[in-house]
């Protein structure tokens, strides 16, 4: 069965500065890997996705991650942080589901403040 | 990219009651999905709901818990059933849209406090 983790549960960042958040998977064949964020009292945002190809993901707002299959990660980074980042922020791989559809398991999620 | 609404928005209920929750899309999609996500926890997902199939629940969800409706490509509802405090999360929708293929869409999900 797949599995994500998300070592860091809060991260502070200063605004301008730059961010990674870490995601290591456990999958058997070739990931669909994803990234999502969670702004209070709002539902989940696509920030971007990896099915296959090029390593390295360009997102929404300013967002890239990078898919490294030898450490089993999908690290997200942003150069600069603004302060409308603050969020929550989810790792997830997807799976085929045998009926069709894709099965997503999320990573327990990253706390994300920024300061001022 | 689909438009998902979810009814209500949040609710507080007395154990041992039911509520039903509405998922409305504003574009036919194939593949519809229920998650919970529990106070400080990540989403888990409960089941997938087919148009026209019974609907598929993961391990730890059974249907006479968690009953859901599915009468068309649009709308589908989850009911959390006989409630207790532990019930108490958000659940969300999400749908795929066809031929886009794996990218899930997420609704602004329904927090449910049980007292």
């Known amino acids: 069965a797949q599995s994500v983790t998300q070592p860091d549960i809060h991260i502070t960042v200063s605004e301008g500065a730059s961010l990674e958040l870490r995601c290591n998977y456990s999958y058997g064949a070739t990931p669909y890997l994803f990234w999502y964020v969670q702004s209070p009292g709002q539902g989940l945002q696509l920030l971007l996705k990896y099915f296959s190809g090029d390593t390295l993901v360009q997102g929404i707002k300013g967002f890239e991650a990078e898919f490294k299959r030898s450490q089993s990660s999908f690290n997200l980074r942003k150069p600069s942080v603004h302060w409308s980042d603050a969020a929550e922020y989810f790792c997830a791989v997807g799976a085929i589901l045998t009926g069709g559809g894709n099965k997503l398991t999320f990573g327990t999620g990253t706390q994300l403040k920024v300061e001022l | 990219s689909a438009v998902i609404s979810q009814k209500p928005s949040r609710d507080i209920c007395q154990r041992g009651t039911s509520l039903t929750i509405q998922c409305q899309v504003d574009s036919q999609v194939t593949m519809m999905f229920w998650y919970r996500q529990q106070p400080g926890q990540s989403l888990t997902l409960i089941a997938t709901?087919?148009?026209?199939?019974?609907?598929?629940?993961e391990s730890g969800f059974v249907i006479d818990k968690f009953p859901i409706s599915r009468p068309n490509l649009t709308f589908s509802t989850l009911t959390v059933s006989n409630m207790s405090p532990e019930d108490s999360s958000i659940y969300l929708c999400?749908?795929?849209?066809?031929?886009?293929?794996?990218?899930?869409?997420f609704g602004q999900g329904t927090r449910l406090t049980v007292v």
């Open positions: 999400s749908v795929e849209e066809a031929g886009r293929g794996t990218e899930a869409f």
């Open positions: 709901a087919n148009q026209g199939s019974e609907a598929t629940y």
